[in-house]
């Protein structure tokens, strides 16, 4: 791809996944095929997994008219309403939280048993659409992953400089909502942490958010030569890279040997160079495509996927009172500081030093059992 | 006119357990107009949504709903707070069908307008900001008819459509409506009266003071065709055109503030399709530009009204 940006062939910006290669594809790995997911524009790692090919990413780089916009956006924005449930992010950061929100209410609402997962990088959990996407999955217990990438670097300001707290995680505390902090570049634990997250998810718990660590080991985009990060912190990561550590354990755990790996990479080589030739001799979109799909004209048919029955969502069966009940009327009450081993739960390392994921926080646990607690009905 | 929409959504939920509805303080409070009230008793706690103060949010929630085949109605309090949720609407909501073929049938309802004293917040016509937003359609009815109708319509359009609201008209327009079933389509104008002289175009509140002003003018001998536009986006060029082809001249009438309102445009494509057929300039009579004032007399100064509309038509029909 970089080769590509310098021979001109990448009409816009290139902005590299480097170094967070284990965040993508550790969690959507944990996804079914019937579940939904939005990338953010660094998991692209998250595409493949859900089955777009090479091709697609070249030709949507490249504004070719065989990409999936046709050429009408680039980079990792694109996705597919019917097959593979991939929603197309914007490059307003926060704004795809509560659209996947929508998706996991939506889900639940017809039965699909579905779960939403999207991604935040630790710049992005400053904007309001973060707020109010994961506060509203929180009060409406919506099957949303949210999981925040935290590569340390906001274009070129550090965390530190946008978010007082240690971990990102912390927030989940503030929507009462349960939260992991894991090493983003370890692929093993990603995964086993967003599996159990999206399996608590699936079963009605509400929204989870998960913090990875990681780091951003290119600037914001190819043009940025990110000369603000001290050099000591590259080498520092460098010594952490996701796919060698993935491939160390691979050989330690004696589940694959060389030859293997030289035939796996052989066959990347050969599906990355015949998408490359398709992308490199397709057709840029003609120019009078320009005036095309500005509105659905009846190009599409609109029809939920009910996975219950309807007669429950209509009268007589859906009336109901319309009243609240309020069981807490609210007032002051001093309570214990939650204990800290139940503030999130830690993954350090696959198979090592994992820790229950812990209730929300101990507050929600001493409340269930307290008759005083504040019930609202939906 | 309120109970006109009332009744839209729930003859619209009845029809389709697709639609449902959310906002803040729709369901067990009905909406602050008591627009929703009484369908969460029908139909219940999964379809109309009472949400937390999170206007972005709410359409945000509104977009995941419908890329599941759900066409969800999302309320602002006050229309004045869809600024609040503007990049949703605009970068999220109006560009999902042409960047990727994703089609968001969503319609953003809420109560617009002035006229009843809301001060600076409780009274806007933010309406351009959209119609200025290929992607999505905009929809600001007069009549309590147009107003069920076009909601219908709306919401079974398979692309985001705004509804304004005017909460002028909530209560003080009535009428008889027919029993069954029926839509409006979006995108045509209405032609309300018929004249010679000229053409009056406008839409929602000041449609009626447009209607008030061309009786004024007909007692006067001078003959406006009033047209109610209905739909802002789509605009309905032929029949504007055809109107200014009759009657030779055009006075655009609305309540949004002068500077990019929509009469600027309609002299444009005007201009663009019938400059041959002009016999006069094209005249607006708009809300000042300021904000929308609290205090009634300066409201009043701030807003058209029949005078300034009949003296406005008066001078264009002498050219």
């Given at each position: 791809m970089v080769r590509l940006f310098r021979q001109n062939k990448i009409v816009g910006g290139l902005y590299s996944s480097l170094g967070q290669e284990a965040i993508s594809v550790g969690t959507a790995y944990a996804l079914e095929p019937r579940d939904w997911l939005a990338p953010m524009i660094r998991n692209i790692g998250a595409l493949l997994v859900k089955g777009f090919k090479p091709r697609d990413i070249l030709t949507q780089h490249m504004a070719k008219y065989t990409s999936?916009?046709?050429?009408?956006?680039?980079?990792?924005?694109?996705?597919?309403?019917?097959?593979?449930?991939?929603?197309?992010?914007?490059?307003?950061?926060g704004d795809l939280i509560p659209?996947?929100?929508?998706?996991?209410?939506?889900?639940?609402?017809?039965?699909?048993?579905?779960?939403?997962?999207?991604?935040?990088?630790?710049?992005?959990?400053?904007?309001?659409?973060?707020?109010?996407?994961?506060?509203?999955?929180?009060?409406?217990?919506?099957?949303?992953?949210?999981?925040?990438?935290?590569?340390?670097?906001?274009?070129s300001t550090p965390v530190r400089r946008q978010v007082p707290?240690?971990?990102?995680?912390?927030?989940?505390?503030?929507?009462?909502?349960?939260?992991?902090?894991?090493?983003?570049?370890?692929?093993?634990?990603?995964?086993?942490?967003?599996?159990?997250?999206?399996?608590?998810?699936?079963?009605?718990?509400?929204?989870?958010?998960?913090?990875a660590k990681t780091m951003r080991m290119k600037g914001h985009a190819q043009h940025d030569?990110?000369?603000y990060v001290p050099k000591a912190m590259f080498e520092y990561w460098k010594a952490r890279d996701p796919l060698d550590r993935y491939e160390k354990h691979l050989t330690a755990s004696k589940l694959w040997d060389a030859q293997t790996k030289a035939e796996i990479d052989a066959r990347i080589e050969r599906e990355l160079q015949e998408d490359l030739e398709f992308a490199e001799s397709s057709p840029l979109?003609?120019?009078?495509?320009?005036?095309?799909?500005?509105?659905?004209?009846g190009c599409h048919t609109i029809e939920p996927d009910w996975r219950r029955p309807k007669e429950e969502l209509v009268p007589p069966k859906s009336s109901v009172a319309a009243v609240w009940e309020v069981e807490d009327f609210g007032a002051f009450e001093k309570r214990e500081e939650p204990a800290a081993a139940a503030k999130h739960s830690t993954v350090l390392a696959s198979g090592d030093g994992r820790r229950h994921p812990a209730q929300p926080s101990a507050r929600k646990g001493k409340a269930a059992k307290t008759p005083t607690r504040n019930k609202v009905r939906r | 006119m309120l109970e006109a929409i009332r009744q839209a959504l729930f003859e619209e939920m009845e029809r389709d357990p697709a639609v449902v509805l959310l906002g803040e303080d729709v369901g067990v409070y009905g909406g602050a107009f008591k627009v929703t009230a009484?369908?969460?008793?029908?139909?219940?706690?999964?379809?109309?949504?009472?949400?937390?103060?999170?206007?972005?949010?709410?359409?945000?929630?509104?977009?995941?709903?419908?890329?599941?085949?759900?066409?969800?109605?999302?309320?602002?309090?006050?229309?004045?707070?869809?600024?609040?949720?503007?990049?949703?609407?605009?970068?999220?909501?109006?560009?999902?069908?042409?960047?990727?073929?994703?089609?968001?049938?969503?319609?953003?309802?809420?109560?617009?307008?002035?006229g009843v004293h809301g001060g600076p917040f409780h009274s806007a016509n933010p309406e351009m900001y959209f119609v200025h937003t290929p992607g999505l359609k905009v929809v600001y009815p007069s009549t309590a008819y147009d107003a069920k109708g076009l909601l219908k319509s709306a919401i079974r359009d398979n692309n985001p459509v705004l509804f304004f609201e005017h909460k002028f008209l909530y209560r003080r327009v009535k009428e008889e409506l027919p029993s069954g079933d029926y839509t409006v389509p979006l995108g045509?104008?209405?032609?309300?009266?018929?004249?010679?002289d000229l053409t009056i175009v406008s839409y929602a509140a000041m449609m009626h003071?447009?209607?008030?002003?061309?009786?004024?003018?007909?007692?006067?001998?001078?003959?406006?065709?009033?047209?109610?536009?209905?739909?802002?986006?789509?605009?309905?060029?032929?029949?504007?055109?055809?109107?200014?082809?009759?009657?030779?001249?055009?006075?655009?009438?609305?309540?949004?503030?002068?500077?990019?309102?929509?009469?600027?445009?309609?002299?444009?494509?005007?201009?663009?399709?019938?400059?041959?057929?002009?016999?006069?300039?094209?005249?607006?009579?708009?809300?000042?530009?300021?904000?929308?004032?609290?205090?009634?007399?300066?409201?009043?100064?701030?807003?058209?009204?029949?005078?300034?509309?009949?003296?406005?038509?008066?001078?264009?029909?002498?050219?």
């Open positions: 999936p916009t046709l050429g009408k956006d680039g980079t990792s924005h694109f996705g597919d309403l019917k097959v593979r449930h991939v929603v197309s992010p914007i490059s307003m950061l659209v996947m929100t929508g998706i996991a209410m939506a889900g639940s609402y017809l039965g699909q048993k579905i779960v939403a997962m999207t991604w935040i990088g630790d710049g992005g959990t400053s904007t309001g659409a973060f707020h109010e996407g994961i506060n509203l999955a929180a009060v409406q217990k919506a099957a949303l992953v949210c999981i925040i990438e935290n590569n340390q670097w906001a274009y707290t240690q971990d990102l995680a912390d927030r989940a505390k503030a929507y009462g909502i349960p939260s992991y902090v894991v090493d983003g570049n370890d692929v093993v634990s990603v995964y086993q942490v967003s599996k159990e997250a999206v399996e608590r998810c699936r079963s009605g718990q509400g929204p989870i958010l998960i913090e030569a990110a000369e979109p003609p120019p009078e495509l320009v005036e095309q799909g500005v509105y659905c004209e | 009484g369908l969460l008793e029908r139909f219940g706690w999964e379809r109309v949504i009472d949400t937390p103060i999170s206007e972005t949010a709410i359409v945000g929630a509104a977009v995941g709903m419908s890329y599941l085949g759900l066409r969800p109605v999302a309320e602002m309090q006050f229309i004045d707070f869809i600024a609040c949720c503007f990049n949703q609407l605009t970068n999220f909501v109006a560009k999902s069908h042409y960047r990727w073929g994703a089609p968001v049938p969503i319609v953003v309802r809420g109560p617009s307008g002035g045509k104008a209405v032609v309300r009266r018929e004249g010679r003071t447009s209607m008030e002003a061309a009786e004024v003018l007909a007692k006067e001998g001078i003959e406006a065709e009033v047209i109610d536009l209905r739909t802002l986006l789509p605009l309905d060029r032929e029949t504007l055109l055809a109107s200014v082809k009759k009657t030779n001249k055009i006075l655009v009438v609305h309540e949004d503030t002068r500077t990019g309102g929509i009469a600027g445009e309609i002299a444009a494509l005007v201009c663009e399709g019938a400059f041959e057929d002009l016999d006069g300039p094209v005249l607006r009579v708009t809300s000042l530009d300021t904000p929308v004032p609290y205090s009634p007399p300066l409201e009043e100064r701030f807003l058209p009204d029949v005078q300034r509309v009949a003296a406005a038509a008066r001078d264009l029909a002498r050219y």
